[in-house]
């Protein structure tokens, strides 16, 4: 069976939440074809439109304290999720 899985962002704000996210993708891939898609993090969209407005407003060095805080927001996620050295030196 071909399976599209969606999932939120309250479902992908912690290391917790993305490992259990992984689990959930890996049990239905066994016996089905899957398309995995993921929405932004937990409260990243609104970073991202606030983003826009502080550039608009020609804040450009606001818009990269916040971008800054959401790239290690991110490489927080990764370091705490991903535990294989392979891949995490590859990221």
Same mark, same amino acid.
Not at 38 to 48: E, F, M, Q
Not at 61 to 64: K, L, M, S
Not at 84 to 87: A, L, M
């Given at each position: 069976m /071909?399976?599209?899985?969606k999932f939120g962002g309250t479902s992908l704000a912690s290391p917790k939440d993305i490992i259990? =996210? &992984? /689990?959930?993708? =890996?049990s239905f891939s /066994?016996? +089905?074809e899957i398309v995995v898609v993921?929405?932004?993090?937990?409260? =990243?969209?609104?970073?991202?439109i606030l983003i826009s407005k502080m550039?608009?407003?020609?804040k450009k060095? &606001? &818009? &990269?304290k916040v971008l800054d805080e959401l790239i290690k927001k991110h490489g927080k996620l990764a370091d705490q999720t991903i535990k +294989?050295?392979?891949?995490k030196n590859n990221c």
């Open positions: /071909k399976l599209v899985l259990g =996210v &992984a /689990k959930t993708v =890996v /066994k016996d +089905n993921c929405s932004a993090v937990d409260g =990243v969209t609104d970073d991202l550039i608009e407003q020609r060095d &606001a &818009a &990269a +294989n050295s392979t891949i």
